[in-house]
């Protein structure tokens, strides 16, 4: 189906990890991308392809992929990371798709 | 720098049209497609359409039919986003983003590496 999934909200303690999850069938096959928004603001790409960061993205951030889940984690949680991150797959006809969002509260 | 800057906020009428316009610098702009992602209030990203910069061709989502219209100006680096017909669900904030696609293994995927900074429209009866 033409559909990528997340978790609504997800908690972490400071310093702790977390694992955000993005679901769907076109991930067998494709890289997704994540990016985080906090409120007010743009979003930000944090992750994109096997495992990249972009320049200035603390390397707590990283990325997983396994069959039909691309993971966002996010080592020794910091205060600041506390936002909504969105992963971005593709639809059927190859357009882009984005999940719906996962708040984590820190 | 490299930056995408868009225009202000605009406040219409039901069934009016709305342009925004999106300014890249600091990079080649034909070089990369352009993105244009949606947000209504509280809701998530949706993506609705791009734009080829050197070629002019666009591709956009079904449910935008024929109300939007994608444009550009190589010779300003400008896009343009336009969408007729506006409807109170049509509030919402509107991005730019810029778009890279990398291959490995056999794979391609896109990415938006760069985003304006927004611009809400706000649609009245």
């Known amino acids: 189906s033409s559909e990528v999934t997340q978790d609504p909200a997800v908690s972490v303690a400071l310093g702790q990890t977390v694992r955000i999850t993005c679901q769907g069938d076109s991930l067998r096959s494709y890289y997704a991308s994540w990016y985080q928004q906090k409120p007010g603001l743009a979003p930000q790409l944090v992750i994109f392809?096997?495992?990249g960061r972009p320049s200035g993205i603390p390397d707590r951030f990283s990325g997983s992929n396994s069959y039909k889940t691309s993971s966002l984690i996010i080592t020794g949680t910091q205060a600041e990371d506390e936002a909504v991150y969105y992963c971005?797959?593709?639809?059927?006809?190859?357009?882009?798709?984005f999940g719906g969002g996962t708040q984590l509260t820190v | 720098q490299v930056q995408l800057v868009q225009s202000g906020a605009e406040v219409k009428k039901s069934g009016a049209s709305v342009k925004v316009s999106c300014k890249a610098s600091?990079?080649?702009?034909?070089?990369?497609?352009l993105y244009w992602v949606r947000q209504a209030p509280g809701q998530g990203l949706e993506w609705m359409g791009h734009?080829?910069?050197?070629?002019?061709?666009?591709n956009h989502a079904q449910s935008f039919q024929d109300r939007l219209t994608q444009t550009r100006d190589t010779s300003l680096n400008m896009a343009y986003m336009q969408l007729s017909g506006l409807r109170s669900d049509d509030t919402a904030v509107y991005y730019c983003a810029r778009g890279k696609t990398d291959c490995l293994s056999g794979i391609c995927y896109t990415y938006f590496d760069l985003w304006g900074q927004g611009t809400l429209v706000t649609v009245s009866s």
């Open positions: 600091g990079y080649m702009f034909i070089g990369y497609y």
């Open positions: 971005n797959s593709r639809d059927s006809s190859g357009n882009p798709l």
């Open positions: 392809g096997k495992n």
């Open positions: 734009l080829n910069p050197r070629s002019g061709d666009t």
